[in-house]
């Protein structure tokens, strides 16, 4: 097994880390944008666009993490059941029943219940926003996964795969690793933007999804 390499300390990263866990605790405590922006003039003059561009740029990553997790479980989702991309029905919703039984405390028969309940015996209705989050409760690396198990192949598949592999590795740094000194968290922000961006797009490509285009309503 590969061992992965262990970055080093920066004293530089670590002081940006600590910087973002400063911004947080500004964010928290006010009351509305234009109130943050005050607060942000105040406390950083001189350094204050910067500031606001980095809270700017966070936030755009937090939309762009939902706007990815959504394009899989609506859009993708769609597209997979109704070309017949899914494969192993029967294991899919053993999975759902083993996640819904241990993220709401049930017995396993009480979990196989709520996932008919909230499906009406249909089993495309397992692959939707609310069954994948609410009740299953998958997160990105799981959809990733789902995607890689039980998908056969579809165009585009293995580069999605690891467009999202490349975005959830940034995602859990910049989620998970706030106050890091192994990291340059501000880089990996804007990476995570432009990965996350190219994977909502390769989404809507393999689906041929046009989201600016005119309807008939």
Request: with cysteine; hydrophobic share 35%.
């Amino acid at each position: 097994m590969k061992s992965k390499t262990i970055k080093s300390h920066s004293d530089s990263n670590w002081f940006k880390g600590f910087s973002r866990y400063m911004l947080m605790t500004l964010i928290v405590d006010s009351n509305s944008w234009s109130d943050m922006e005050a607060e942000l003039k105040k406390r950083y003059d001189d350094d204050c666009k910067k500031k606001t561009s980095q809270l700017f740029n966070e936030f755009k990553l937090h939309n762009v993490i939902l706007g990815v997790e959504y394009h899989i479980t609506d859009l993708l989702n769609n597209f997979l059941a109704k070309e017949n991309k899914i494969k192993n029905w029967d294991k899919l919703k053993n999975r759902f029943v083993e996640k819904i039984e241990r993220n709401k405390n049930k017995t396993k028969n009480e979990a196989k219940e709520i996932l008919r309940n909230e499906t009406g015996g249909k089993r495309e209705r397992m692959l939707t926003p609310a069954l994948m989050f609410d009740s299953a409760r998958f997160g990105l690396g799981e959809l990733i996964g789902y995607i890689n198990e039980f998908t056969s192949s579809f165009p585009e598949k293995k580069k999605l795969v690891n467009k999202l592999t490349e975005f959830n590795r940034i995602r859990n740094i910049v989620i998970h690793r706030l106050i890091t000194s192994r990291e340059n968290v501000e880089e990996e922000i804007e990476k995570g933007i432009l990965k996350g961006k190219e994977s909502i797009d390769l989404i809507n490509e393999i689906i041929d999804y046009d989201p600016f285009a005119k309807t008939d309503l």
